[in-house]
């Protein structure tokens, strides 16, 4: 199947600072991509829609100050997470769909842990 | 209201041994089911995807089946692997013009020798 890419896997940082999450489509192109929001034993939790070239659509309680999307290529999409605060701790996911058969294809996945 | 529910919640079974998940839902318009397999720290794998008109595939030691008259669907996991412990997730896409996806809460199972 269709490979994503999400980088870093991991990363800790300071509360106040801004981390940046990257997830790319390796080989397909993807028009629409999602960023998911995981805490532990729950199931994901969508966070926005991002399209290339357009604004994320982002979902009900999501601060889009915070979570800043941008989707500038059809093979990359970037989460930033803002003046980030303990709260944001989280397991940040992205998928994308190529758009021919409606299969979502997830990347691995970022353990953001704010100290 | 657009509703995916799985059960049971968690499941432990010995290794070898077959087991089988439940996904119910209450979505439309339906557009397709798809099982996905998530390992701890991980981002969720595809399993299986069926549209309306499917009503079982396979993935391997993985067989979805799907009931779109009474909503339901399974996943049966045969001679199960230590490596098959995870969560497994049921998400429905509806039929609408732009791509939306219902999650299912998942079903943690463990495998154990």
């Known amino acids: 199947g269709a490979v994503v890419s999400q980088h870093p896997s991991w990363v800790i940082c300071k509360s106040g600072t801004s981390v940046k999450i990257e997830c790319r489509s390796l080989?397909?192109?993807?028009?629409?991509m999602f960023w998911y929001r995981q805490f532990p034993k729950q199931s994901l939790m969508l966070m926005a829609t991002?399209?290339?070239?357009?604004?994320?659509?982002?979902e009900q309680g999501v601060e889009k100050d915070k979570f800043l999307i941008n989707h500038a290529s059809l093979t990359l999409s970037t989460l930033t997470v803002t003046s980030a605060h303990p709260e944001d701790s989280s397991f940040y996911i992205c998928?994308?769909?190529?758009?021919?058969?409606?299969?979502?294809?997830f990347g691995q996945g970022t353990r953001l842990t704010v100290v | 209201k657009n509703q995916v529910e799985q059960s049971p919640q968690s499941l432990i079974i010995l290794e070898g041994k077959n087991c089988t998940l439940q996904c119910n839902y209450t979505v439309s318009p339906f557009s397709n089911l798809r099982w996905y397999k998530q390992d701890t720290g991980r981002g969720p794998v595809s399993l299986t995807i069926m549209t309306f008109s499917e009503n079982t595939k396979s993935n391997g030691r993985y067989t979805a089946t799907l009931d779109a008259d009474t909503k339901q669907s399974s996943l049966h996991i045969t001679a199960s692997q230590l490596s098959d412990s995870a969560s497994y997730i049921c998400v429905v896409g509806l039929k609408t013009s732009y791509d939306k996806v219902i999650f299912g809460p998942g079903t943690s199972l463990s495998v154990i020798p």
């Open positions: 998928s994308a769909e190529d758009g021919l058969n409606t299969e979502a294809f």
């Open positions: 080989d397909f192109q993807a028009t629409t």
């Open positions: 991002s399209n290339e070239g357009s604004k994320a659509t982002y």
